[in-house]
């Protein structure tokens, strides 16, 4: 199935429906988008981040509810039964509940908010890093199927020229040698171009188990659209998201110096004695723990600690997203320039292959030259179309250190 693929050509689309595992009825990559929607659903980090806004929202939910924990109920019954036995009972019921603290609810629905806000960042970044490596997968393939028109050519090049230089031997117009020769190079030829289908078979084979798909799109689609400001990358907006979840830890921290206050209603009645009648009271029961360097400040060194990472993480994404986004361009200028050099480096040597084939015709060459010259032309040729691939994946690196999506 793969010996037909690198006829294609320019075409940049590998068929390879028998390497989707699973799919009895496989779907097919239209274009960059659809193979990058189809690696983004096969991600199961994706379904696990997704997972923690459930987390985030019931926060949410618990920093708006009356009580910052759950009420309770406390009953309690004395007696001097076993002892004295003098009829002295009590009996007690307590029903409180936790209280907010000043600021407490307002800061944990705070932090939840900025807790989701940074999980919409983790997952937009998440996103792009599937991004990036679909286009890695597919710039892999694109490398590995341009080089087999060429190789073809040279391999079927060569068959021929062993064919003629056989019946030329045959007839006594060429040594013995120059058939050895044109053979030895029609079977270098065609080990080089089988080589060169394993490694287009292994590309294709690693893309369809990224992204489940049986069709590979080409990377000439992914055009660079113009500079978007480095605020939009969704590396930084990450990073930013990640600082104002920890200022809002923070903040919860600095709201909550002392454990919740408990308020409760006692009912209570007792009796002394026997002959006595049972007392009955109700009481307000306020308990309010107190603020201890011992209990605060592990708690407030942490979020401090926590705050200064995400800053500092924050400070190293800016450079290196800045540094990506140059490297990026000038990648992108030096493939421009090789792909020039390539193209008039392979019309040359094609005209140079072209006259000492010629002059081997009339037998004014030795075929060592002409064989020569046939290998540096088809390597040319095979140079010029890695270029055009390179090209293709320094447009689409761009793409991906701008932080946009296919």
């Known amino acids: 199935m793969m010996r037909h693929v690198g006829r294609l050509g320019r075409a940049w689309l590998v068929a390879l429906p028998g390497l989707v595992a699973g799919a009895a009825h496989p779907a097919f990559a239209a274009s960059l ?80 908010d900025a807790g989701l806000a940074e999980l919409q960042a983790r997952l937009a970044e998440l996103r792009l890093a599937v991004a990036g490596a679909v286009r890695a997968a597919v710039g ?66 690693r893309f369809a188990l990224l992204t489940g798909q049986a069709t590979v799109p080409n990377l000439a689609s992914d055009a660079a ?39 409760s209603l006692q009912g209570r009645t007792e009796r002394q004695l026997y002959t006595e009648h049972y007392d009955t009271r109700l009481g307000l029961i306020v308990r309010l723990p107190l603020a201890t360097e011992g209990r605060n400040r592990p708690r407030l060194a942490a979020a401090e600690a926590e705050l200064t990472r995400a800053e500092a993480s924050l400070a190293v994404a800016e450079r290196e997203v800045l540094i990506e986004q140059r490297q990026a361009r000038l990648a992108l200028d030096a493939a421009g320039q090789q792909l020039r050099l390539a193209e008039q480096a392979a019309r040359l040597l094609a005209q140079r292959r072209v006259q000492l084939d010629q002059a081997y015709t009339v037998g004014e060459m ?21 270029a055009k691939a390179a090209q293709d994946r320094a447009r689409s690196r761009l793409d991906q250190a701008l932080g946009v999506l296919p």
């Open 33 to 112: 988008r659809d193979a990058f929607e189809a690696a983004w659903q096969r991600t199961p980090d994706a379904r696990a981040l997704a997972a923690q806004r459930g987390v985030q929202e019931a926060r949410r939910y618990a920093g708006g509810q009356l009580f910052p924990a759950a009420p309770f109920l406390q009953g309690e019954a004395t007696s001097d039964r076993f002892l004295s036995n003098q009829g002295f009972n009590s009996y007690a019921l307590e029903a409180g509940t936790p209280v907010w603290l000043p600021g407490e609810g307002t800061a944990t629905i705070r932090q939840a």
């Open 140 to 205: 892999d393939v694109e490398v590995a199927a341009v080089a087999l028109p060429p190789l073809e050519r040279r391999a079927a090049a060569a068959r021929d020229l062993a064919a003629a230089t056989a019946r030329r031997a045959s007839r006594g117009e060429s040594p013995a040698a120059d058939a050895l020769l044109s053979r030895s190079e029609a079977v270098t030829a065609e080990a080089a171009l089988a080589e060169q289908r394993a490694a287009l078979e292994v590309a294709a084979a």
């Open 225 to 263: 659209p113009p500079d978007q400001p480095a605020r939009d990358h969704p590396r930084l907006l990450a990073a930013r998201r990640a600082v104002a979840s920890a200022e809002a830890g923070l903040r919860l921290a600095q709201a909550t110096l002392r454990e919740s206050p408990i308020v």
């Open 366 to 386: 030795p075929l060592v030259e002409v064989i020569r010259a046939r290998s540096a032309a088809f390597e040319a040729e095979l140079n010029r179309a890695r």
